[in-house]
């Protein structure tokens, strides 16, 4: 009797937990899908960014030229390793080599574009940013495709995928992810349901053998401490999916959900802080990936330490981050004050510098990707102007003690 009471106990609280579950599972597939399909995309294109550097640095050591260019880049146009399972073949990529004032193709792995003109939109997108990617029409290839580009002088090195060969993989990607997630709600949910039906079953047979009156209370304090767990683990859920898991700092999805808390009602004005970390590539390449993390996290402390506790640090991939100093405008002394935060950066790891694109909010900027495409512009011009520089409205401003070993070219 005591056994099937605790079965349909458990099928009771298993099938309530079930429909409240369900809920939530399909609001974090929707925020999953979003999430996966732009951490995909960049994942792809940080590699064709390699690759395009690459193939430049060979391209230059040779008898420039088609031929030339044809024979570096022909080995790379099939993209295939840690993002791209194994399969019977890779994803397709194109090569260009185009000259940025006039748009004509001067090298490519199809010869049939050579000395084309490219779309004046496409052309207009990789004049307006050094580096980049996006998903575009390229009316030469007739598809569209997920385009990168990198210019380091005159000319603009690109690469494209096409849109096409990339979805299924995508897919396949999102799917995955959200295989093991479900399973392991589906597996938090059947343990929960089979402790509280067991719980709830003792406290049954406490009840039924006339116990003294204090001693009735145990189901009720069991089911309160049953209900402050799942509320716990509902919290570490949440966590999981808005922070970044390496360094603990708000990922991009937790980001752009406390700046739409702030846009919503900007009570007072904030600066958005976009930094990257300069030589990181070489420290990567030449100590590895462990030191490459344990830097991430040592910077990422550095920041934190200096800002307020109402100030917001994140990790938007990489080594990007963004910084939000809440109640700060602009000023020359809130730049000096910006500066010296960020002189922590190569104080808590030697080989490293930062470079900096400065945005005041809300006064240039209502909206997170606002705020990102200008302040993402003046870390470019802090890029090209030599590194370990803040650039905001009001010009360019050069930190001290530029670190890095001499002749680095990392990122």
């Known amino acids: 009797m005591r056994r099937r009471s605790a079965l349909s106990a458990f099928w009771y609280f298993w099938w309530h937990l079930f429909v409240i579950l369900c809920l939530a599972v399909g ?30 640095d060979q391209w230059r050591n040779q008898a420039r030229g088609e031929a030339a260019f044809v024979r570096v880049a022909l080995p790379y146009t099939e993209l295939s390793g840690p ?98 997630g479900s399973l392991a709600i589906l597996a938090l949910m059947s343990l929960m349901a089979w402790w509280l039906s067991r719980r709830f079953v003792q406290g049954l047979a406490v009840l039924s053998r006339a116990d003294p009156v204090p001693d009735r209370a145990l189901p009720l304090r069991e089911m309160q401490l049953a209900q402050v767990r799942l509320s716990q683990a509902v919290g570490q859920l ?3 999916a808005t922070h970044d898991l390496l360094t603990g700092a708000l990922n991009r999805l937790g980001l752009e959900r406390a700046l739409e808390a702030y846009f919503a009602a900007p009570a007072r004005p904030a600066l958005f802080v976009l930094f990257d970390l300069d030589h990181f590539k070489d420290l990567n390449d030449r100590l590895g990936h462990e030191a490459g993390d344990a830097a991430l996290r040592a910077v990422t402390e550095a920041v934190r330490g200096r800002l307020k506790e109402e100030d917001l640090v994140a990790r938007l991939g990489g080594d990007e981050f ?79 003690g530029e670190p890095g070993p001499a002749g680095t070219t990392g990122s």
């Open 27 to 56: 609001l974090a597939t929707w925020l999953n899908v979003h999430v996966a399909r732009s951490i995909f995309q960049q994942s792809l294109a940080s590699r064709l960014d390699g690759r395009l550097a690459w193939i430049r």
């Open 83 to 180: 993002v791209i399972r194994p399969h019977a073949s890779g994803l397709p990529v194109v090569y260009y080599r185009v000259d940025t004032t006039s748009g004509r193709i001067l090298e490519s792995t199809v010869p049939a574009m050579v000395g084309r003109e490219g779309n004046p939109r496409n052309l207009a997108l990789i004049r307006s940013r050094p580096r980049g990617y996006a998903i575009r029409r390229l009316p030469l290839e007739g598809r569209t495709a997920l385009l990168v580009w990198w210019r380091p002088r005159r000319a603009t090195w690109a690469a494209s995928v096409p849109l096409a060969a990339i979805l299924p993989y995508l897919g396949r990607y999102i799917v995955v992810r959200m295989l093991w």
């Open 238 to 240: 949440h966590r999981q």
């Open 322 to 400: 963004v910084a939000v100093l809440l109640g700060a405008h602009l000023s020359e002394r809130m730049r000096e004050r910006v500066a010296g935060l960020f002189r922590a950066v190569p104080a808590a790891v030697p080989a490293l510098g930062v470079s900096l694109g400065v945005v005041e909010l809300p006064a240039e900027a209502d909206s997170f990707a606002a705020a990102y495409r200008l302040a993402d512009r003046r870390l470019y011009r802090a890029k090209e102007a030599g590194r370990h520089r803040l650039v905001d409205r009001q010009g360019l401003m050069v930190l001290d």
